[in-house]
């Protein structure tokens, strides 16, 4: 017999939902408010995510939502062990929320009444032959709408703007250590995450130009600048280029943190400054807001979702000056591949920026 959700929709609330979104840590981020908008709409219901370790990480104290991780480094191995995990389960519903074969094949690894995935257009890699039940197809929409897609086809149309994740004291004590309660804290994430096969990632700016950022921070708001960022020798190599530049020396930590210490001090910094990366979609999970450097990727698709006013975005010149495109003209997710492309982005147009929004935190 149908029940009512909070929502006030009437339809038939499953008691276990599953979600398959395995990576990357911005797109999880993205999925997590759908997730809290159906479990406040349907607050009896079980809620398990299939996820991967790094993202496990970030994600996994929080105590409402049983996750289960798929280690990809084991290829089928892991899908083996997954399967197992779940042999003797039944969901009532599958939300696969990941258009990619893994994830394919891991909900493959699981039985479930109902299979909701993407619409056809945007089930890459045979998503629908692993679904039974599309979402809405929708044009140009931006990554976390899309995802609220899902929501939406289950008759939940209200959203639930909360991420909700626990840290621990220790955690929340490692941020308030490095962060005074006195001064603005300017965090800098200057690198994207590597792209496989190239040497390069166009999505990053130049260290030079972030340290006159960092300097301009510290010289005018009396800022601490901390860098931030993963344990590669190519991310460390960047922050030390960054360092290098600098006549005030910010607080070096590239390397040195968990994500969920980066999730703490991103929740007390002022503000975030990064390319498109899964930091900036981090720091929108804690309500801060981040000065996103758009030009190698669409920022309408992927900017972080609660900081637009704060966004710089030359992408459409970029795309014009490498293809001969407008915004409107190319596909939705492509990128430009070229080092020229973030080079348009001025230390001007940042740090303007950044005192227009340090100036509106000071004014509240």
Sequence with gaps: MPVKSRSGNSATVPATVCIVRLSALGDCCHALPVIRTLQDAWPTTRFTWIIGSTEFGLLGSIPDIEFVILDKSQGFKGLRQLRRKLLNRRFDLLLHMHPSMRANLA???????????????????LQWVFT??????RKRQHVMDSFFGFAEA??????????????????????????????PAVVISPCSSMLRGRKLNHRNWLPERYAAVADHAADRWQATVILSGGNSAAEKNFAAKI???????????????????????????????CPDSGPGHMAT????????????????RAAPYLSREWLINEYPGALQAEYGLSVNDADWGKRIH??????????RQVTATLDRLLSALQAN
């Excluded at 909900?107 to 890699?125: P, W, Y």
């Excluded at 999970?285 to 309408?300: E, K, M, R, Y």
């Design 107 to 125: 909900s493959a690894q699981l039985k479930a009444d109902r299979r909701l995935g993407f619409d056809r257009a945007r089930a890459r890699d």
């Design 132 to 137: 039974r039940e599309q979402i809405k197809a």
């Design 243 to 273: 360092v290098g530049e600098c006549r005030n020396r910010p607080v070096n930590l590239v390397g040195q943190t968990s994500l969920r210490q980066l999730l703490a001090i991103l929740g007390k910094a002022s503000t975030l400054i």
């Design 338 to 347: 070229s080092s020229k492309a973030m080079e348009r982005i001025t230390v």
């Design 154 to 183: 289950l008759g939940v149309t209200d959203r639930s703007m909360r991420w909700d994740i626990r840290l621990s004291d220790e955690e929340l004590e490692f941020a308030k250590k490095i962060i005074p309660a006195e001064r």
């Design 285 to 300: 999970a804690v309500a801060t807001p981040v000065i996103g450097l758009f030009a190698s990727t669409n920022p309408d």
